[in-house]
């Protein structure tokens, strides 16, 4: 029998298309409804389809495998051209449907995405989150930047000796009162601007973090608009440019070195929402340092929306091909193996999945929160409304708590989860063509943007090891870390006592909210023991961090399972379990039995019996899961992932288009040859060592 396909087949081979379209035929809920749940709603998951739609079908936007070929120049020059066909999609898309369109492009295209947010959500967040209302609506619309026209901004915050810790950036910015004007400077190396996105070739003004200088008094980092490059594109006086060269991925994105050689601004270059300079010389200080870095709080966001889409891609890729993939033969079945039916093939991959539905539903509360909370933060200073500035300031902090665990946390495991994915695909993992390897070089600098995870999640721990102090004295802890008031669980009694137990996802909650309260008393009272130097409990404050993020997407999942339509919710309840117990229970288990939380004999039931059994109840639906998230194979861009599960003709045939196989000669090869066709090595000492000459020569 003869099988024509991509080739010509001479005996049945392997049908990984038959096993993946069995399994799909099996469906126990409808994956656009579960959808519906994963995008936050029916109205966003449509939108996303009509979006994914135009960018399949546009010939700049849509991705295929050529994408992994592409050297540095060839990827900035193809982001140039997709910036420049984005910029006529942003000007007739609605606000959301421009969101919605970027976060899209993120899952297939994070450079593209990284290149325009970059200008809308960096320098325009910056803009907005320290501007005057005026300021934001002069830079944002009348120069038409929210358009992608006019000018473009970058980011210029990190320094080539400061990345964390901004408060001790060191660019000056002096205020010249005669002349009504800021001084900006680049003092020494150290304070060069340092892997801004955009100022290489493209940025026309940086939003430029620096210390405002008055008088010969240091009022510390506040945010200034300077001009870059005029309407020639032609750097400014006094602006040095270039590019910070070859990086681990993301070589679409111009990452630069900016230094200010005493560049002039205008007064009203500062951003002056919170910290204000009059004509005089006057300085007003806002009522929250940290309220100067609310342009972050809009990165944190996105990058854990990232998490749920980079996540959701790799998941499908690596599940699919595990239930496609047959290795050995088990029993008397003629067939091998599907991977995914070997438990621990399953223990690798399952829980991936899982989180990924978690950090879905926390992505978008979390999105959702900052929105109102900043919308408000802004009615409130145009209102010059005090009372309710004082309140939002109260929100602010634990939106600044919450976004900094979710995004050091998602970030976190994301990466792991992309390289847990190519491990388990084997050798067709490490294939460029299957988007791993691209994907984990161009997702990692999330882990240290806005500085390394380790010290983002340490803000997180220490305000909360703070609060438990503040709490025992009788204050009351108030937002989302209020938990902390239940103080009656300071002792060693067990939260979980049996199975039934840890299957109550309420349960497992309240067990994440009693540890957290345990470690954040023993590190209290180890600092104390230390003369109060927090650094003591570094690695506890990055640990609470982390619970913090969990406790997070369980606690907002529960929140919203009641929304979700009858059809899906047993299957996100089961999903939840799989999350609660592999991901949050097993990883921390060291912290849980320290703590007394459970008991050794409980926590090896979950491990031996509990997660095993979730495992075997959501191996079927594996499929379904996936299919959920609704990523086209244009997202994807992995052949071994693709829909009708033909993994091998999808693999080979791309192999075959982006590699000419009859080009049997490399350009090298003359290299080559002269190796393998040398002279001996007699021959080319021209005979001189051999026997003949010795005898000759020895006389």
């Known amino acids: 029998m003869f099988n024509v396909a991509n080739t010509i087949e001479s005996s049945n081979g392997p049908n990984p298309k038959e096993s993946i379209q069995k399994e799909r035929s099996n469906q126990k809920f409808d994956p656009v409804l579960m959808n519906h749940f994963l995008e936050g709603s029916k109205k966003t998951s449509e939108l996303n389809r009509k979006l994914l739609q135009q960018m399949e079908r546009d010939p700049i936007l849509s991705s295929n495998p050529n994408y992994y070929d592409l050297s540095k120049d060839q990827q900035r020059e193809l ?149 870059l490059r005029d309407s020639n594109h032609n750097l400014m006086p006094g602006i040095t440019v270039g590019d910070i060269g070859a990086k681990m991925g993301r070589d679409g994105i111009d990452n630069g070195w900016i230094q200010y050689s005493n560049v002039k601004v205008p007064r009203f270059f500062m951003l002056q929402k919170f910290a204000k300079v009059s004509r005089e010389g006057e300085v007003t200080l806002p009522p929250l340092e940290q309220l100067s870095y609310s342009a ?50 399953q223990r690798r991959l ?78 067709h993992g490490y294939s460029g063509y299957n988007g791993f390897g691209k994907a984990y070089n161009d997702w990692v600098v999330q882990c240290t943007w806005e500085g390394d995870n380790n010290v983002l999640a340490m803000s997180v721990g220490k305000p909360l090891i703070r609060t438990i102090g503040e709490v025992l004295k009788g204050k009351k802890a108030k937002g989302s870390i209020s938990f902390l008031n239940n103080t009656q669980y300071l002792n060693e009694e067990a939260i979980l006592t049996s199975v039934s137990d840890i299957e109550d996802l309420s349960m497992v909650l309240k067990s994440i909210e009693v540890l957290i309260l345990r470690l954040c008393k023993d590190s209290l009272d180890t600092i104390q023991e230390s003369n109060g130097v927090y650094e003591v409990v570094s690695n506890a404050m990055v640990t609470i961090s982390k619970l913090k993020a969990h ?33 949050v229970l097993d990883k921390f288990s060291g912290d849980f039995l320290t703590y007394s939380v459970l008991s050794p004999k409980l926590m090896g039931e979950v491990n031996q019996k509990l997660i095993p059994k979730l495992l075997a109840e959501i191996r079927p639906l594996t499929i379904n899961y996936t299919d959920s998230f609704q990523q086209p194979d244009m997202i994807l861009n992995a052949p071994i992932g693709k829909f009708n599960g033909d993994i091998y003709e999808n693999y080979f045939g791309v192999v075959k288009a982006q590699n000419n196989h009859f080009h049997t000669k490399a350009p090298y090869s003359s290299a080559l040859e002269g190796m393998l066709n040398r002279p001996s090595l007699n021959d080319r000492q021209r005979g001189e060592t051999s026997d003949e000459v010795a005898s000759i020569l020895s006389k």
Not at 174 to 193: L, M, R, S
Not at 299 to 327: C, K, N, P
């Open 79 to 227: 982001t140039a051209l997709k910036i420049e066909r984005m910029s006529k999609y942003m000007e007739v898309d609605s606000k959301e449907e421009n969101h919605r369109r970027l976060s899209l492009i993120s899952v297939f295209d994070p450079q593209l995405n990284t290149r325009i947010g970059i200008n809308l959500g960096l320098f325009l967040g910056c803009v907005r989150g320290n501007g005057t209302a005026e300021q934001f609506n002069f830079w944002a619309n009348t120069k038409e930047t929210s358009k992608l026209k006019g000018i473009y901004g970058c980011f210029a915050m990190t320094e080539l000796a400061h990345g964390s810790n901004v408060a001790g950036l060191e660019t000056t910015a002096t205020y010249d009162k005669e002349n009504d004007q800021f001084i900006i400077n680049t003092p020494h190396i150290g304070a060069t601007k340092w892997w801004i996105g955009g100022a290489a070739h493209s940025a026309t003004h940086a939003a430029t973090y620096a210390r405002l200088i008055v008088d010969g008094k240091d009022y510390g980092v506040k945010t200034f608009v300077v001009p």
């Open 296 to 345: 972050l709080i809009g990165g944190r966001v996105t990058m854990v929306l990232d998490s749920y889409r980079v996540g959701a891609r790799f998941t499908t890729i690596a599940l699919r091909y595990a239930i496609g993939r047959r290795q050995f033969k088990q029993g008397k079945n003629p067939l091998e193996t599907q991977l995914l039916d070997y438990p621990l093939h």
């Open 350 to 427: 399952l829980p991936y999945l899982a989180l990924t539905y978690l950090i879905s539903n926390g992505a978008f509360k979390l999105e959702h929160t900052m929105d109102t909370t900043l919308d408000a933060l802004d009615d409130a200073v145009n209102k010059n409304d005090m009372v309710k500035i004082g309140k939002l300031v109260n929100e602010m902090k634990t939106l600044f708590i919450d976004s900094a665990s979710l995004k050091s946390t998602s970030t976190w495991l994301a990466a792991e989860l992309i390289d847990q994915c190519r491990q388990a695909c084997g050798g």
């Open 551 to 583: 406790h997070y997407l369980l606690s907002e999942f529960l929140n919203r399972l009641s929304e979700a339509d009858s059809s899906v919710k047993p299957y996100l309840v089961l999903i939840a379990k799989l999350y609660a117990t592999a991901i």
